[in-house]
Each structure stands twice: as structure tokens, then as C-alpha cells.
């Protein structure tokens, strides 16, 4: 019986994309902070939120927890794809609104716009139906 050596198998390493300018979306919720890196297109690069930085409960939702969670995104947009121009969407009304991009300038991200996309009721909700009596 000849036992069969299977050689390991050769695996291309991935190419490193280099995104100069991307976008920053954060999402600012009373409990929680999500800043998310994307290239022009959307597709989403690095991710990071308060509750991912190790802050728990009502901390969350806190501006100091969303400043350490965009400075984490940012280190890791430009270390791992070299971003350094972004345009900011900022989506809620949470205490980490200003904090965030605020954060982005400390860590010399270039902030092309900020602009909001928290969304707006037209309309409101359906009302209740008539009481009969």
C-alpha cells in the first residue's frame, strides 16, 4: 500500500485594495454608536461601534464611547485600505453625533461634507380607528 503525500495547497494572497476617499456613515442611536467605513460604491470596508469597544449598558450611548469607536474605525480604514478623505452620513439623534466627527478630525481624516440622512415622518403613523359608541 503507497500512501499518497497530498502537497499543501497554494492560495493566491489577496490583493490589498487602496481607497483613498471613501464614505463614513455613522449611525447615532440613543443606545448605541455604529461608524462603518465604505468605498465610493457603498460596499462596506471596516466596521466598529461602542458596543464593540468593550462599553456596556447605558455607556454605549454615551459621545465618549462613539469618539473611541470612530477613532478605532478610523485607524483601521487607513491602516488596512489607506482612506484618508471621507464624506460623513450621519443617520439618528444620539448623544455621539458630533463626537464621531469630531473623532475623525483628531485621527487626520480629510472631511470633504457631512451631510444627514436621519430619516423624516411625512405623514405620520396610520391613526386609530374611530371609537364606536
Given at each position: 500500500m503507497a500512501e499518497e503525500v497530498q502537497?499543501?495547497?497554494?492560495?493566491?494572497?489577496?490583493?490589498?485594495?487602496n481607497v483613498s476617499s471613501g464614505q463614513v456613515h455613522?449611525?447615532?442611536?440613543?443606545?448605541?454608536?455604529?461608524?462603518?467605513?465604505?468605498?465610493?460604491?457603498?460596499?462596506?470596508?471596516?466596521?466598529?461601534?461602542?458596543?464593540a469597544n468593550g462599553f456596556r449598558g447605558s455607556k454605549k450611548g454615551t459621545a465618549y464611547a462613539a469618539q473611541i469607536a470612530s477613532e478605532t474605525a478610523a485607524n483601521a480604514a487607513r491602516n488596512q485600505y489607506g482612506v484618508s478623505k471621507v464624506d460623513v452620513y450621519v443617520k439618528g439623534i444620539g448623544l455621539g453625533r458630533d463626537a464621531a466627527i469630531r473623532a475623525l478630525a483628531n485621527v487626520d481624516m480629510h472631511v470633504n461634507s457631512v451631510i444627514d440622512v436621519t430619516g423624516v415622518p411625512h405623514g405620520g403613523v396610520r391613526p386609530k380607528k374611530v371609537r364606536r359608541p
Open positions: 502537497k499543501p495547497v497554494q492560495r493566491k494572497k489577496k490583493a490589498r485594495r455613522i449611525q447615532a442611536t440613543f443606545n448605541n454608536t455604529i461608524i462603518t467605513f465604505t468605498d465610493n460604491t457603498g460596499a462596506a470596508l471596516v466596521a466598529s461601534s461602542a458596543g
